[in-house]
C-alpha cells in the first residue's frame, strides 16, 4: 500500500490521525468542562449519558480511537528513525530557518502525553489507582437514579497537588505537540502556501493555548477551591 510504503504516505496518515486526535480533545474538553455545572447535574450527568450508550458503540468508539493512537504512533517512530537514519552526521552549519523548539522536540512532547494518557486511563478510567475515591464504588442521587460520583472522584484526585502538577506538565507537552502538530497537519497535506502559513502557524498556536487553558483550569480550580 502507498501510504505506508512510502515516507509521504505515511507522513499522511500521521497528520490524518494526528488530527482525529486534536478532535477528541476538543470534544474530551467540552465534556470535561461540565464540571463548571453548564449542564444539568454537571459532569456526573455527562459521565452517565456517556456510559448510557449501547455497549457496541461504546467499544466500537474507543476500538476506534485506540487504533487512530497506535497509527499515529507508529509511524512517528519510523519517521523519526528515518529522519535519523538520513542524517548520520550532524551538519557543519544547522540551519534554523523555520525550526522551533516544538517542531525540534515532537517525539518527546508525544512520549509525555502518551504516559499521561496511559496515567489518566489508570486514574479515571478504569479507576485501578485510588480505589477509595473511584466513582464506581461512591455513588450519589442524579434525577432520581443513583450514579457514579465522577464529581467527588476529579475533585479528590486533582486536590493532590502532586497529580494536579503531572496533570500541569501533560498539558504543556499537549500544548507544544500541538502548536507545531496542527500547522504541520496543513503543510502535509499541502494546503497552506508562504502567504496563509503565517495565519495557520498563530490559528494552530491559539487552538493549542486554548486547550491548555481549557485543560489546566479544572485542575487549578480545585486547588483554589472553586470546585468542590
Known amino acids: ?19 482525529a486526535m486534536v478532535l477528541f480533545a476538543v470534544v474530551h474538553l467540552l465534556g470535561n468542562s461540565s464540571i463548571f455545572g453548564w449542564l444539568n447535574g454537571g459532569i456526573n450527568a455527562y459521565a452517565e449519558h456517556l456510559h448510557s450508550m449501547p ?14 493512537v497506535c497509527v499515529h504512533i507508529w509511524f512517528a517512530i519510523q519517521l523519526t528513525i528515518e529522519n535519523r537514519g538520513g542524517r548520520p552526521q550532524q551538519y557543519a552549519v544547522k540551519s534554523t530557518q523555520k525550526v522551533t523548539f516544538s517542531s525540534e522536540n515532537m517525539i518527546w512532547t508525544g512520549v509525555i502525553i502518551l504516559a499521561f494518557l496511559l496515567y ?70 499541502g494546503w497552506s502556501c508562504d502567504k496563509s502559513q503565517p495565519v495557520i502557524i498563530k490559528l494552530g498556536s491559539l487552538v493549542a493555548l486554548v486547550l491548555f487553558f481549557g485543560y489546566v483550569l479544572i485542575p487549578l480550580s480545585i486547588l483554589a477551591g472553586i470546585l468542590k
Open 120 to 189: 489518566h486511563l489508570a486514574h479515571f478510567t478504569f479507576q485501578c489507582l485510588n480505589p477509595e475515591t473511584a466513582a464506581l464504588k461512591n455513588l450519589v442521587p442524579l434525577h432520581n437514579e443513583m450514579v457514579p460520583n465522577v464529581m467527588g472522584m476529579v475533585v479528590s484526585g486533582f486536590k493532590n497537588v502532586f497529580v494536579s502538577i503531572i496533570y500541569g506538565i501533560a498539558m504543556a507537552g499537549l500544548f507544544l505537540h500541538l502548536k507545531h502538530g496542527i500547522q504541520s497537519f496543513f503543510q502535509t497535506m
Open 55 to 68: 455497549l457496541p458503540i461504546i467499544i466500537g468508539v474507543r476500538l476506534i480511537l485506540l487504533a487512530i
Open 1 to 19: 500500500m502507498q501510504l505506508t510504503s512510502s515516507s509521504i504516505g505515511r507522513k499522511v496518515l500521521m497528520a490524518i490521525t494526528g488530527q
